[in-house]
């Protein structure tokens, strides 16, 4: 997508550079500019902006302008296919139905790579082409896919030929780590008050109904109430309000205020 606050993003981005690293030229498709086109241009890797809405909403109106929008993007990859000629196209989701599409019609591989269990992308087509019909879209329009945990893998050679699917997880840019960890920074223990020798739990996510902080929340407290000195901390962008306000009743209702901190 275009703001790396997404893990998808992020591994998608990490995965890009480490191509490059070892020889690949890889060319970028985005739908909009971004954190993502800016990490692009930071590493003097070429790309392209096709504008592309997803999962916004599963009512019909929606699915079926999903499935308009799709014909248009089609279009756009074909001729930048045309012009640029790639030897392999890799989908960094199972939404990217144009993708598949354009790949399926210039006879070019391509790689899904899959980030959620098979149930879970299925609700993208769920309520229009069925399960099915999903099951269809995947098998036909791909040459490998690729499932980001065992779980995810599993979950697609249930309904896929297992042959074709390979686990692979995701990587860290050990660089960018390095370079945080030479970085200045505070004691967090000394920073929320905590003793030095304190137990500190941290989670770290984008907090969002996908991520369910509200669980980690209530889990804390099942701890806390048997060890006084474990204490809690969720380290991620507070992206969507709902599951904001969620995590924050359970905090109050958990009276977990000086034990669990939201950084």
């Not at 893998?153 to 995701?170: F, G, K, M, Q």
């Not at 030479?182 to 991520?211: F, H």
Request: with cysteine; net charge negative; aromatic share 6%.
């Amino acid at each position: 997508h275009s703001d790396l606050k997404n893990g998808v993003d992020k591994t998608t981005c990490t995965l890009i550079s480490a191509l490059k690293k070892l020889g690949i030229k890889p060319y970028a498709v985005v739908p909009s500019v971004g954190d993502v086109t800016e990490f692009l241009k930071t590493h003097q890797i070429p790309y392209s902006i096709i504008p592309y809405a997803c999962c916004k909403s599963s009512a019909e109106r929606a699915q079926l302008q999903f499935y308009a929008e799709s014909a248009v993007q089609q279009d756009a990859l074909l001729n930048l296919i045309d012009e640029i000629s790639p030897d392999v196209i890799h989908l960094n989701t199972g939404h990217l139905l144009y993708a598949g599409l354009a790949a399926a019609r210039r006879k070019i591989p391509a790689i899904w790579h899959i980030h959620s269990p098979f149930q879970e992308d299925l609700s993208r087509y769920d309520s229009s082409i069925g399960r099915d019909g999903y099951i269809w879209l995947l098998e036909k329009l791909s040459s490998q896919i690729i499932g980001v945990s065992d779980d995810v893998s599993h979950s697609l050679a249930e309904v896929l030929p297992p042959d074709r699917i390979n686990t692979l997880y995701n990587g860290i840019d050990i660089e960018a780590l390095e370079c945080a960890a030479s970085s200045p920074t505070t004691n967090i223990r000394s920073e929320l008050g905590l003793a030095s020798d304190a137990n500190l739990v941290i989670g770290v996510g984008r907090i969002s109904a996908q991520k369910d902080f509200a669980a980690f929340a209530r889990i804390a407290g099942a701890i806390a109430a048997q060890r006084s000195d474990i204490f809690f901390a969720i380290a991620g962008p507070k992206q969507e309000q709902e599951a904001i306000k969620l995590l924050e009743n359970e905090v109050a209702r958990l009276q977990l205020q000086d034990r669990l901190f939201i950084l």
